[in-house]
């Protein structure tokens, strides 16, 4: 590597922004992204998480871009988190990997015919960023343990670090407009009547903590599948900034996985203490302070179906028109076998046709959509699975099952249609007689609220989860994770 690539690819972290974008030489840049931070404090101490100004969290930083070492570990403020811009290096020789310019090579500037469409995408993504850490603004008042609460942060400063990572594209390459939609960025709030976020998912509450593990499963995921899908873009600082958040991303999933099996683990050992075999039995494990299994089910089957809603509708023109463009491809594009234009390819999508359920060819374009769709269910599959081991292990007998493709949808193919989680067609009368069958009932949300009890002191976990088998950063347990002063 030449001397100049290395200069690139080294993060300034003296600067006010660290950054491996060489600010230092971009004034006009600098000066606009200087003038956003102040605000974006703001929207933090306004929106983030409440009360916690002054605790002190032990977090992970990224201070470079080396797969190999690019974070460090310590406790800091999180209004003095350093949120930096951080981009993969960059690949010399890039061509565009799909579409109809397959072949050029990648973007650095933004082309001018794909302007709106590009901007439209980045902003949709970064949207979802400060939404999330805005509905998890409450939760560390109820953490149930400060290892918890520290994740909770550290998925929060990242979720802030995506919109950093967003607005700096927007900033750089999209001119007054681009400026203006960083300012909007602030400006929207999850849930609000008049400015809500721009996804559905993303306006939904989470409530408690067993909600918080399973959107960081489930929706994280989703936006894994996005930034993996953003990655292959032929513009190539977005595909350089998705490759690097998807490094921080893995960490939210693992926290919604292990947070969900950790769960399980503690209904299973209080249910084998007390001599439960019933895992049906839901009065008996509620009397244990823990939560039961058709419970979670239902915790499952709500956030796979919301989560599923963000995929969009299965054939969509513009998703065609994106990948066409070379804005937006598949996942794993560069492993698929195929000619990555796809004019004359199909795919299976699935849907009702007079009540029935039927499996049709599209074209491969048009389905782009549904494609990413089942690679996100594939994708979620893994983690249910090992769910399901720590149930059998335990010697219960009882199965978690992501819900069918259809199930609870208000986007898509299956919109108009009531579908069973097992994929059964059915009336709405039956949906009606049936729904607190597979959702969560406000019975059964008070029922887990009444668990949410915070626990502050070293090494101390609510009766309703089990402790981490390891802590953070090889730290044990009872490490601890925030000082509250
Ligand atoms: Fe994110
Ligand atoms: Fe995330």
Sequence with gaps: MSSVEDAIVEVNYDELIPNNVDL???????????????KYIDWWNEAGPEDT?????????????????????????????????LLAPKEEGRTIPFGKHKGEPAWQEVPGEYRAMLRRLIVVQGDTEPASVEQ?????????????????????????????????LLVKYFGRDGREEAEAMLERRSANEDKPRILGAFNEETPDWLSFFMFTYFTDRDGKMQLESLAQSGFDP??????FMLTEEAHHMFVGETGVGRVIQRTCDAMNEAGITDANDIEAVRKLGVIDLPTLQKKVNFHASVTYDLFGAEVSTNAAAAFTAGIKGRFNENKLDDDHVLTDAVYSVDRIVDGKLVVEEEPALNAINGRLLDDYIKDATGGVGRWNKIIQKSGIDFELKLPHKGFNRKIGEFSENSVTPTGEVISESEWSSNEYEWLCSEADGDYINSLMVACREKGQYAGWIAEPRVGIN??????EYVKIN
């Design 24 to 38: 230092a030489n971009d004034a006009r840049l600098k000066k606009a992204l200087e003038s956003w931070h102040p």
């Design 238 to 243: 977005l595909s350089r900034s998705c490759r």
């Design 474 to 479: 090889n730290q044990s347990s009872d490490f």
């Design 136 to 168: 998890q603004r409450y939760l560390s008042k109820t953490a149930p343990s400060l290892y918890d609460m520290r994740n909770l942060f550290q998925v929060n400063v990242e979720e802030g670090r995506h919109l950093w990572a967003m607005v700096y």
């Design 53 to 85: 100004q002054e605790l002190e969290v032990y977090l992970r930083t990224a201070v470079g871009v080396d797969p190999k070492g690019w974070a460090k570990f310590g406790h800091v403020k999180m209004p003095e988190y350093r949120w930096g811009i």
